[in-house]
């Protein structure tokens, strides 16, 4: 993997995440993609997977960590200008298979219970609730609670 690829995917990370959230940069990026089991899709500006070799710029890509028959999304992101456009259900689908094609049957991830249109999003493509952790993130903007939970949720792959 090319320097130059691991840096556009870092400065992808923090464009996506905004200002509020800090991305992970390329040393957190190198080290998560040095793990044999933690698994990455990206995709192009036209909805195709996209690897460092295409010219195609890079819209997006999710980042997973498995362990035998579960995984865990890490992260997912889609560049600013190519959001609302299907990229990241399509982004979720692809990984899907890729997860299920490798033994996974269980996929989880966690979500800032006020992020309202994440949750409604991960609804969206077949993600469920599944527990509650409470206290686990700093308080949300607007919010009186010191603390915010994170929604556990998870997708059945069979």
């Known amino acids: 993997m090319s320097p130059e690829w691991v840096h556009a995917l870092a400065e992808l990370h923090q464009r996506a995440l905004g200002s509020t959230v800090e991305g992970w940069d390329e040393t957190s990026l190198l080290a998560l993609l040095s793990n044999k089991n933690v698994v990455m899709t990206t995709i192009g500006s036209g909805g195709s997977l996209n690897s460092d070799e295409d ?3 890079v819209a997006g890509f999710a980042l997973s960590l498995k ?3 579960e995984a865990d999304l890490l992260t997912i992101v889609i560049a600013p200008e190519y959001q609302g456009c299907g990229l990241g ?24 219970e006020h ?8 609804e969206n493509v077949g993600f469920r609730t599944c527990a ?9 903007e607007g919010k009186r609670s010191p ?9 059945n792959l069979d």
């Open 115 to 122: 992020n309202e249109p994440a949750v409604a999003f991960y």
């Open 67 to 69: 362990t035998e028959s």
């Open 147 to 155: 603390r915010a939970a994170a929604l556990v949720m998870c997708c």
């Open 132 to 140: 509650r952790r409470p206290n686990y993130y700093p308080a949300w």
């Open 89 to 112: 259900k399509a982004l979720i689908e692809m990984q899907s298979q890729t997860l299920k094609d490798q033994g996974v049957r269980t996929w989880y991830l966690e979500v800032h």
């Open 55 to 57: 010219t195609e710029p």
